[in-house]
């Protein structure tokens, strides 16, 4: 199984940037999916997550409202849509999968959940 992260960047507080994480040598349909991130000094924290089956999405606190989650299943590939960014936003952002066979509706925010790690990509918002 691959995750290959894209997307991060430089942007200044209250701009937008989409990450992109493309998943292979899974289920892609059936699998949970996450967003976490790690700030320097800090502990990588959970930000995002879809469901097995893609139907339900949870947010941590400190990004609902501004933050989207969303996959495209012809692409195997699970957004991070990121709006009014903040510079405590700033961070590298990781993708996540748990495998899973078979109808589902579990989703996970606990890091040790998941089986599959992207490589992380750089998200830096300026003041």
């Known amino acids: 199984v691959q995750l290959q992260a894209s997307g991060g960047g430089l942007v200044q507080a209250g701009g937008s940037l989409r990450l992109s994480c493309t998943a292979s040598g899974l289920t892609f349909s059936s699998a949970a999916m996450g967003w976490f991130r790690q700030a320097p000094g800090k502990e990588r924290e959970f930000v995002a997550a879809?469901?097995?089956?893609?139907?339900?999405?949870y947010y941590a606190d400190s990004v609902k409202g501004r933050f989207t989650i969303s996959a495209d299943n012809a692409r195997n590939t699970v957004y991070l849509q990121m709006n009014s960014l903040k510079p405590e936003d700033t961070a590298v952002y990781y993708c996540?999968?748990?495998?899973?066979?078979?109808?589902?509706?579990?989703?996970?925010?606990?890091?040790?959940?998941?089986?599959?790690w992207g490589q992380g990509t750089q998200v830096t918002v300026s003041s």
């Open positions: 879809l469901s097995r089956g893609h139907g339900s999405t």
């Open positions: 996540a999968a748990r495998g899973g066979v078979g109808p589902s509706t579990s989703i996970f925010t606990d890091e040790t959940r998941y089986d599959y």
